[in-house]
């Protein structure tokens, strides 16, 4: 189970959505092929567990694409974001704590 506190019906859909992932890529394999299945667009709609929502959404976005492509220019572009300062990074910060007080990453 992923850092939220999820209620026991929410638990058993993300298990659910978990399971039905995991035979899929048994299935299918990972990796950029596929999203161009239409198994996947209508998988991707009943729902992304935590588990795997980040790798699908850098697939499915093109964002895996493009930072295997530029490697350097993303990193680059990562070093340059660490080093600038802006109102509203503070901002979303800030919200982060209180918006989302359950989850690990915001537990001190």
Known sequence: MGPLSFSKK?????????????????????????FRMKEAAVLAQTGLPEKYRAEIWLLFSGAMNEMDARPAQYASLVEKCKKRKNIAFEDIERDLHRSLPEHKAFQS
């Open 10 to 34: 929410d638990q058993a859909k993300e298990r659910g959505t978990e399971s039905l992932w995991d035979t899929y890529f048994s299935e299918n394999g990972r990796g950029a092929c596929m």
